[in-house]
């Protein structure tokens, strides 16, 4: 079942900054806030010193609607009118496929659905008008 869909703020290095700007301005409160530092370590992946501070993930609580920001990874491409992508939480990794096989036709698999530390499902892509997704399956939040 799809649980939600939030907007997803993707930005090259100032999460941090908008993360407290958008508490400030949107009188949020800052649900979750992890930064690449913050990851599983990985020796074969190591960590940039200059990736440590830049947000993986924040949730904002905004009223009843929830704003995601996130950093890009050093080195990743970033365009303007990108920033913005449509995130959405999916109950089970099998509906995951589902909805994401579905949005991807005709479109461009950014990084494919896979397992990871947060999901066991997650994956971005940008659909044929050029919309870009992330799909996440959250297991424990069914409606």
Do not use: C
Not at 100 to 112: A, N, S, T, Y
Not at 121 to 138: H, P, R, V
Request: a negative charge.
């Amino acid at each position: 079942m799809i649980l939600g869909i939030n907007p997803y703020l993707v930005l090259d290095g100032g999460g941090q900054e908008a993360v407290q700007f958008y508490k400030e301005a949107l009188d949020a409160k800052v649900e979750v806030m992890q930064t690449f530092g913050d990851m599983p370590e990985n020796p074969e992946y190591p960590i940039p010193a200059e990736a440590k501070e830049r947000v993986l993930h924040a949730t904002l609580k905004v009223g009843n609607t929830d704003l995601m920001i996130s950093d890009t990874f050093p080195g990743q491409g970033h365009a303007i009118g990108s920033q913005v992508t449509i995130a959405i939480q999916i109950s089970n990794a099998e509906k995951a496929k589902e909805v994401f096989d579905k949005l991807q036709e005709g479109g461009e698999v950014i990084m494919p659905l896979q397992e990871t530390f947060w999901s066991p499902a997650y994956g971005q892509l940008k659909d044929k008008f050029s919309i870009e997704w992330q799909i996440t399956t959250n297991p424990t939040e069914q409606n």
